[in-house]
């Protein structure tokens, strides 16, 4: 685990990149972030966690970060401790979480729950939707600190790169780290509501678009060509072909859409 402050003082705003070793766009925003020296207005903690399974370009070397909050300190597995030492670390902070995804090239934010705190938020971000994912947090970091987690586009590119600066940009500025003002946009929100799982086999095929309605009765996704047919609407959230063994994803309901206020004239 690498840590990094910018500005003096105990830092309650976090940024933190790698928790997963194959997805490097955070870490670079981070490194660009500390080459710059911003002058900030709130100190920051900037955070890169596995870097053990960055250094080898792989998700994870023992388990799967993600998976194993709150951790310990008194085990055998390299992420168990580590997920021990990242909370002591992040104790205190709002922390903004970057990973990077298989199933979608937009940024989107993800939440435990729609508290104030993503309300305020979110909207900021250069994002096209907020999912809430309290349904399917275990083991997250999100379940044990106040988080917001982003996706900030296609694994490995150049694009998720670009995005995670963004992203850290607006969010930084949106909690008055970075001074300056963000644009804040409608926001639909998404809450997951199942996984989809997918049955082992050689190939495998979706035919939706994530966050776009799938109505009942369409084929949206197969394996071996063997079709998987919507018993009711749902939303795709996270869904792609080889993202994952053994899910194809998530269905999501939407549950609203947060308006930005007029603008002032
Ligand atoms: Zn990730």
Not at 8 to 29: N, W
Not at 30 to 44: A, M, N, T
Not at 107 to 112: E, G, H, S, W
Request: contains cysteine; hydrophobic residues 40%.
């Amino acid at each position: 685990m690498k840590v990094a402050q910018i500005g003096s003082g105990d830092p309650e705003i976090a940024v933190l990149a790698g928790v997963h070793g194959d997805e490097p766009c955070g870490v670079r925003a981070i490194e660009r972030l500390l080459e710059e020296q911003p002058s900030v207005e709130r100190p920051i903690k900037l955070v890169v966690a596995n870097e053990k399974a960055l250094e080898r370009r792989v998700r994870f070397v023992d388990e799967d970060l993600n998976r194993v909050f709150p951790g310990d300190s008194d085990t055998e597995t390299h992420e168990r401790q580590l997920a021990h030492r990242l909370l002591e670390e992040l104790e205190g902070c709002l922390t903004f979480s970057m990973h990077s995804t298989q199933s979608y090239a937009d940024p989107f934010a993800i939440v435990d729950g729609v508290d104030e705190t993503a309300r305020e938020v979110c909207p900021q971000l250069p994002v096209s939707a907020m999912v809430d994912t309290s349904n399917f947090a275990e083991g997250r970091l999100i379940t044990e600190l106040p988080t917001i987690e982003v996706e900030c586009g296609q694994q490995g590119t150049e694009t998720a790169a670009q995005n995670a600066n963004r992203l850290i940009r607006a969010f930084l500025t949106s909690v008055g780290a970075l001074p300056g003002d963000t644009v804040t946009r409608d926001l639909p929100v998404y809450q997951l509501t199942d996984v989809v799982p997918k049955e082992p086999a050689d190939t495998y095929e979706v035919f939706v678009e994530n966050f776009t309605q799938v109505e009942a009765g369409v084929t949206f996704a197969a394996a071996d060509g063997n079709e998987q047919v919507a018993d009711e609407s749902f939303y795709p959230v996270l869904m792609s072909p080889n993202g994952y063994r053994d899910v194809f994803g998530y269905a999501a309901e939407k549950l609203e859409v947060l308006e930005s206020p007029p603008a002032a004239d």
